[in-house]
């Protein structure tokens, strides 16, 4: 069996080739008995599930055909698609997982989650994600015309990204202590978020920082690991 580990894919219809990167990789570990997890911003926006789009109904049939073939696909929310639930992933039998979700492979433990938990140093962020995030507001959202939602979308993405430029590097990062209170009772921490793909040493245990995916330089940093809890930290090009 092979767990393979993505996040920060941003698809969208902007970007047809990081779609077709996406339905490469399902066809390349379509027969290798595989378990994905995306751990969040899979898309660059999730507008609701009455969205439908010839685009949107290519990755979902590629997701039927890879479950099919024996493969599961687990799912966890991030900032940019965290009303994403179960009546998407129904369609191809995916699975979604809580912000936060440990693993074990072999002997090992792995936590998984977003990533933008540990940027605790980001307080306007901080306030913001739990005020977007209340149930109650999401089930209000969702019963909002679709236009409504694509224009609230389009500009949470424009105030995010000016947000983004005044703000420094350190702050937009993970916080130490939280990730060394995160690790404190696990081998091996993954996550995105950051756009800042590494591998890092904390207390003689890895933190690994999944790549977000990028046209520009056509390629993304994931994550493979086999039954027995080895590792590797591999490049994906994006045709």
Request: hydrophobic share 40%; aromatic share 12%; net charge neutral.
């Amino acid at each position: 069996m092979t767990y393979l580990f993505i996040a920060d894919l941003h698809l969208s219809p902007e970007h047809p080739r990081l779609i077709r990167g996406f339905l490469d990789l399902l066809t390349k570990y379509q027969n290798k008995n595989t378990q994905l997890y995306i751990l969040g911003d899979w898309f660059n926006a999730w507008i609701g599930d009455d969205y439908t789009a010839p685009w949107l109904d290519e990755i979902v049939n590629a997701l039927k055909q890879f479950n099919q073939a024996g493969n599961h696909v687990y799912f966890q929310v991030g900032n940019r698609d965290f009303a994403l639930n179960e009546v998407f992933l129904n369609q191809f039998n995916g699975t979604l997982l809580p912000d936060t979700y440990f693993l074990h492979i072999g002997n090992k433990q792995f936590r998984l989650e977003h990533g933008d938990a540990l940027c605790t140093d980001d307080i306007s962020y901080q306030r913001f994600k739990k005020i977007i995030r209340n149930p109650l507001l999401i089930a209000f959202l969702r019963k909002t015309p679709l236009g409504f939602r694509i224009r609230l979308a389009n500009g949470f993405r424009k105030k995010s990204t000016e947000k983004k430029q005044d703000k420094p590097y350190q702050i937009m990062d993970v916080n130490q202590q939280a990730v060394k209170k995160a690790m404190s009772d696990i081998d091996i921490l993954v996550h995105g978020h950051t756009h800042r793909p590494q591998i890092h040493d904390v207390n003689a245990k890895p933190r690994i920082v999944l790549g977000d995916w990028r046209e520009s330089t056509s390629q993304a940093m994931i994550l493979e690991v086999d039954e027995s809890g080895n590792w590797q930290f591999i490049q994906w090009n994006i045709a």
